[in-house]
Nanobody, 119 residues
Framework: QVQLVESGGGLVQAGGSLRLSCAASGSIFSIRAMGWYRQAPGKQRELVATITSGGSTNYRDSVKGRFTISRDNAKNTVYLQMNSLKPEDTAVYYC?????????????WGQGTQVTVSS
């Protein structure tokens, strides 16, 4: 069984910073892409950033230059450094990972962590 556990959310003023972490644990053979998504009230879940096992990254336009995704493959952990936060970044942030416990890869989600940016 595989689990993704997120931490690091909270309340911050506009212009501030937060760092999210997501650690994968359990029966893990290999992890491909890892990423962060977010969902604001009344809106659909949207991709924030992804990172491949080789370190290639992808960001949504609205966070480019402010957010940085990284991963520690030895710790099965992905991070999201969020700087210059804006009120519109307020959402529940979810970690996602493509994980194999043997031969097939499955998509796993964390439980979500709330990020609130006050103006």
């Amino acid at each position: 069984q595989v689990q993704l556990v997120e931490s690091g959310g909270g309340l911050v003023q506009a212009g501030g910073s937060l760092r999210l972490s997501c650690a994968a644990s359990g029966s893990i053979f290999s992890i491909r892409a890892m990423g962060w998504y977010r969902q604001a009230p009344g809106k659909q879940r949207e991709l924030v950033a992804t990172i491949t096992s080789g370190g290639s990254t992808n960001y949504r336009d609205s966070v480019k230059g402010r957010f940085t995704i990284s991963r520690d493959n030895a710790k099965n952990t992905v991070y999201l450094q969020m700087n210059s936060l804006k009120p519109e970044d307020t959402a529940v942030y979810y970690c996602n990972a493509q994980i194999s416990s043997g031969s097939l890869y499955y998509n796993y989600w964390g439980q979500g962590t709330q990020v609130t940016v006050s103006s």
